[in-house]
């Protein structure tokens, strides 16, 4: 009960920033009690002193790789783009301790190998019995951590899967012997299925509230049973096992790809192993100009013309740059002027991110949900997602000219062709739009969520490329990496997104026999 009630408190714990910033908290403030004058100033002092300094701050920035990806369709066989080349940006975090900040601060990103939480080091390491399961190697933690077990979220969901497997297939047993003594009129013996039946729900209560203990116990077994490491092995395993001291590495990796028999070692041998660390936290492209851009808590380093990683930090390109050219690769055609459409796709949805960012909501990815976001009151750990978003854009000023005055009816055939052909559009739009709308609530509610439709204002074109050009030439300037400069370009991206206005429609599946009177 004790592990039990230190993991839930490690939770709120380890979780309790919302961001990946450096905070000042001080204690409550009563006016009437001069102590608590003295108490918060005594604290803010000592806080403010223990801060780093500005330049540490920059040197230590978290480090966002930027790689582009090219794709080929060659399904599209038009006229004039029989193959069509779209550009893909992947925005990684490959530092373990780096993963661990942005997750525990505000739960940025996802693990390539893991459901959210990147932890599939631990996982594997759990799973094959070696030491140091926290994922951590004897660098980056001290001695007496290194030992700690740490269990993952997908191994208790494992473990849940399998006590309730096993309570299914009991049940079943004790319904079939049931029925059998029902048949042959054994009513004596009714009564002993039902006591078995009270003590299997209450085998399943204790187990379900000593889930955390019981991952932990498997853990051990495996750990101490190294025998069986064999039966765990896979044959992917030999090349991701690899000493913990550097000079052994390569002795020790190849000796795991010559003989299989070093599977087999003594406990001393298998606490100086460990796995190569594959995963790394991939960012979704809003999450990076969110931490890089507004909040100044991550630095992005893009890769060379030979996509080599630049370790050094700098870069040639801004991140406002950067930011520019993922919002051109949603524009089939850009203008000489190198203007966007005031709908362009990537940055409504930068929009509604940064929108529901500033409520308060942890926003996360809802690709798997058939939605662009979907958003957690606190966080994947606490609660699941209530709501999913998917962002769509509106002209209020479609049906109007340059002055917003509704355009008059035209008498011309020709311009009545050209209405009719655009209502015949619009319409097709409209039933396509219903479909998918009826497909995405039917995923959603399957879910239980909450789907939500995030119409998106846009602004007057000619307001748009006035504020846009003038984004553009702050970027262009020379003082790319002028701080003043920065803040001047940030002023008026504000700007820009301020144009915008969101409006919500919750979608609903109308049922007849729930609505009746």
Sequence with gaps: MAKRGQKRNNKYEEHKDPLPIEIITISNLIPTNPISWFTCLFSYLIQLNNLPNPNFIELNKIPIKLERIKNYDYGNNNNNNENKEDLYFIFKVTKYEDMIKLWNKGFFGKGIFSRSEPNWKIRTMNRLGLSGGNGLTDSDTNNNTVDQIVVTNEELTKIRRELRSQYKDERSKLDELENEYKKNGLIDKLKDIEIMR????????????????????????????????????????????????????????????????????????????????????????????????FLKSTKIIENDANNNENENGNNTKSEFEILIEFLKLDESKITDSCLISPDNKNLLKLIVYLHYKTLGWCVRSGFKFSADFIIYERGPPFTHAEFALVVKSNDPYKDSNEDGQPISESNDDGDEREEDEEEDDDDQDQQESWINYSSVSRVISGVKKTFLLVYVDIPKKDRFNEVFTKLLNSINSNNVNDKNDDAERLKILIELINLYKINEIVYRRWLSNRTRD
Excluded: C, H, W
């Design 198 to 293: 009270n003590d299997l729900n209450l085998k399943k209560k204790q187990n379900d509230y000593n889930t955390y203990n019981l991952a932990i116990d498997k853990i051990k077994e495996n750990k101490l049973n190294l025998n069986s490491m064999s039966n765990r092995l896979r044959i992917e395993d030999l090349n991701i096992i690899v000493s913990n001291a550097p000079t052994t590495t390569t002795n020790t990796t190849t000796n795991n790809n010559n003989d299989n028999s070093n599977q087999d070692n003594e406990s001393g041998e298998n606490e100086m192993k460990t796995v190569k660390d594959l995963e790394y936290l991939q960012l979704m492209p809003y999450e990076a100009m969110f931490l890089s851009i």
